[in-house]
């Protein structure tokens, strides 16, 4: 499935969610400045969560917005 007809079709906020999350973990090399990954780790923890599954969060939060 791709993204545009997710968006485009009648797709609930919930349904968009499952979707993203299901499916095998893949590797991905992010190249950001140093500061920026420390204070995220920083952040993360601080919410009690690792680094990974802030990223994730905040991808997840940006490819869910209908109100572009």
């Known amino acids: ?3 545009a007809d997710l968006i ?3 797709v609930t906020k919930s349904e968009l969610k499952a979707h ?3 499916g095998e ?3 991905v090399t992010v190249r950001i400045p140093k500061n920026m990954r420390d204070m995220a ?4 923890e601080l919410s009690g969560m690792s ?5 994730k969060l905040s991808l997840i939060e940006h490819l869910t917005e209908r109100d572009k």
């Open 20 to 22: 993203l999350v299901e």
């Open 41 to 44: 780790k920083q952040a993360a």
């Open 1 to 3: 499935m791709d993204y």
């Open 51 to 55: 680094f990974t599954s802030l990223v």
């Open 25 to 27: 973990n893949v590797a």
């Open 8 to 10: 485009d079709g009648n």
